[in-house]
């Protein structure tokens, strides 16, 4: 069946104002950010705010990933076939929906609703990325996706301390309030500054692939998230895994044969493309080992010795530098990437955040060390993160930008997944007994600081083995042209 042809511009796009473009993209990107860590202050007072068990408020927090996993890769296939804006502002009101739901919310039930909201607007980043390539200058391009990736860590960096602050000195709906506010900001200023792009692949919606792709990630991520509670070796978990495994199958014997799939599997098998993506997963791994070690070596007391007795507040003060170094490494990753390719660049973030772990391996016993390691690692992150959309972007069709990207952040996304459950279960085993409690022993941290430090190593060594250095990402369509088409 043959690929539907792609509307694109004669010439390079340009906008008229592309800072402007540049900084509403952005913003947006650290708006959605904020939601995964506007609920954390909250976490251990949900049981009491929501009156459940704590077991039942996890889903808070589960909702928002797997609802995230399902939407990404689907909104930015619509995002292709549509108009990268529309489904931008689609994501956007998701977001002010959940928000809204959440601020209402005083039980269970809608607050998981709500929080699955806003986990369906993850796509904001993946689809800014796809419109600065098709909008912005070639001049421009490589620091603005530097910049827009990096925002995921940018506002979960600045957002913490943020949430903390309101959370000990407001009612705790505020959170969510101040959420759908920057959601109708952010709104507004797309409406008013980002034009709709007029490349497109057209086509009709993939929705067998899409449900196939949508039950296979919730079986995997859920058994992933949930396996420590209910037992790796339980029915429950091992039934999730077979399922994911089994529907994945199935689902690319169905990819490689549809007419115009949810993800172009042929063009995900390029090595610049697979090795990205596994690169990419393994990153997002060892990157997210930062965020589960030291907020609790930040609040452990410190009568265990090792604990440093901050309050949430703290917290948030000391892992915000790493977000400040994420924003200022984008366009040192755009000038990285520009003089020696993307690949150079990928390849020394992930040293650099090895590195960083390394470094915190011997330095956790003092809060100017846990600031150093976060900003090391930070810096390592931004340098990293403004090349995997480069990479990816430079081998794969401009009408399938969108759902590249989307595939791209959930290989990260699901790498994250996978740390938090070694991170839990590493930190399950090795405790040290502490009055009436287990609490993580100091030697846990520590072999998980060594995991993160290896998975950096990894990451490094994969991204050694793509294509030699990549040619910039373009900025432009060439006039339309039917795509290759399929049996």
């Known amino acids: ?37 506007v609920v954390i202050p909250l976490v251990p007072r949900l049981p009491d ?39 931008l502002l689609v994501s956007l009101g998701l977001l002010i929906a959940g928000s809204v739901l959440a601020a209402l919310s005083d039980t269970l039930p809608p607050m998981i609703v709500a929080r699955a909201l806003q986990g369906m607007a993850s796509g904001v980043i993946p689809l800014g990325i796809s419109i600065m390539r098709d909008e912005l200058p070639a001049e421009r391009l490589g620091s603005a996706i530097a910049l827009m990736s990096a925002s995921l860590g940018v506002g979960g960096a600045l957002g913490l301390p943020a949430a ?40 009709q919606f993939d929705f067998p692939g899409a449900v196939g792709l949508s039950v296979a990630l919730m079986s995997l991520l859920l058994a992933i998230s949930k396996g420590s509670d209910w037992g790796w070796t339980s029915a429950m978990t091992l039934g999730l895994f077979a399922v994911a ?36 997963a393994v990153f997002g791994f060892s990157m997210f080992a930062m965020s589960l070690v030291l907020p609790q070596i930040l609040q452990l007391p410190r009568a265990t010795g090792y604990g440093l007795g901050q309050p949430m507040v703290a917290v948030g003060l000391v892992l915000a530098p790493s977000g400040l170094v994420m924003m200022a490494m984008a366009p040192v990753s755009a000038r990285l990437s520009r003089l020696r390719g993307p690949k150079t660049t990928l390849i020394t973030g992930a040293l650099v955040v090895a590195a960083g772990y390394a470094l915190n391996v011997a330095l956790m016993s003092q809060l100017w060390h846990l600031v150093l390691v976060s900003t090391v690692i930070g810096a390592g992150i931004g340098l990293a993160y403004g090349a995997m959309p480069a990479l990816v972007m430079g081998a794969v069709p401009i009408s399938e930008t969108a759902a590249a990207n989307s595939l791209n952040t959930l290989m990260r996304s699901i790498g994250t997944s996978v740390c938090s459950a070694v991170a839990g279960a590493v930190l399950a085993t090795m405790t040290l007994r502490f009055g009436p409690v287990d609490l993580p022993s100091p030697t846990g941290f520590r072999v998980i600081l060594a995991i993160g430090s290896a998975a950096g190593l990894v990451a490094a060594l994969i991204a050694a083995f793509l294509p030699g250095r990549a040619a910039p990402v373009p900025q432009a369509a060439p006039a339309a042209e039917p795509v290759a088409g399929k049996a």
């Open 1 to 37: 069946m043959p690929r539907p042809r792609t509307t694109a511009p004669a010439a390079a796009p340009k906008v008229r104002n592309p800072s402007a473009v540049i900084a509403v993209l952005a913003f947006g990107g650290i708006t959605v950010s904020l939601m995964q860590t």
């Open 245 to 280: 495994v089994v529907v994945l199958l199935v689902w690319g014997w169905w990819e490689l044969r549809a007419g115009a799939p949810l993800v172009d599997l042929r063009t995900s098998a390029r090595p610049q493309v697979l090795l990205t993506n596994l690169a990419s």
């Open 49 to 87: 705010l929501l009156g459940a068990a704590p077991a039942d408020t996890a889903w808070a927090i589960t909702a928002t990933l797997l609802a995230a996993a399902v939407a990404t890769p689907t909104v930015g296939r619509l995002g292709d076939m549509f108009g990268k804006r529309r489904m």
């Open 164 to 203: 903390a602050l309101l959370a000990d000195n407001v009612d705790w709906h505020a959170l969510f309030w101040l959420a759908a506010a920057l959601g109708v900001l952010g709104t507004g200023l797309v409406l008013a500054v980002v034009p709709e792009s007029p490349v497109r692949s057209g086509g």
